[in-house]
């Protein structure tokens, strides 16, 4: 099983940028449709964008279109987030996970991947 490690997270103002990277080992990410989630206090493990093997296509949720953007590195072994324009909204534990399902295209839930990494804290002030 690929084991994942997140980092890049802290505190950034509102309107700032940070960029998450999730490092992969024990596997290939070749073999992984990967995707980012979040989560705040109180709340689910929501959704935030995909990856498709190719790195050819790309979803994110509506709450984050327009300002992040997924991609990865297949030499490196990474997957990427960038996220820009960032919102107090957006602060959240940010996790990377990986999934040896098919690509659907669309959001996924957390149930569709069963390999986590322990995830970054992202907390965006106002």
């Known amino acids: 099983q690929v084991q994942l490690l997140e980092s890049g997270g802290g505190l950034v103002q509102a309107g700032g940028s940070l960029r998450l990277s999730c490092a992969a080992s024990?596997?290939?990410?070749?073999?992984?449709?990967m995707g980012w989630f979040r989560q705040s206090p109180g709340k689910e493990r929501r959704f935030v964008a995909t990856i498709n093997r190719s790195g050819s296509s790309t979803y994110y949720a509506d709450s984050v279109k327009g300002r992040f953007t997924i991609s990865r590195d297949d030499a490196k072994n990474t997957v990427s987030l960038q996220m820009n324009s960032l919102k107090p909204e957006d602060t959240a534990v940010y996790y990377c996970?990986?999934?040896?399902?098919?690509?659907?295209?669309?959001?996924?839930?957390?149930?569709?991947?069963?390999?986590w990494g322990q995830g970054t804290q992202v907390t965006v002030s106002s």
């Open positions: 996970a990986a999934r040896t399902s098919y690509w659907s295209g669309g959001a996924y839930s957390q149930v569709d991947f069963g390999s």
């Open positions: 024990g596997r290939t990410l070749r073999r992984y449709v």
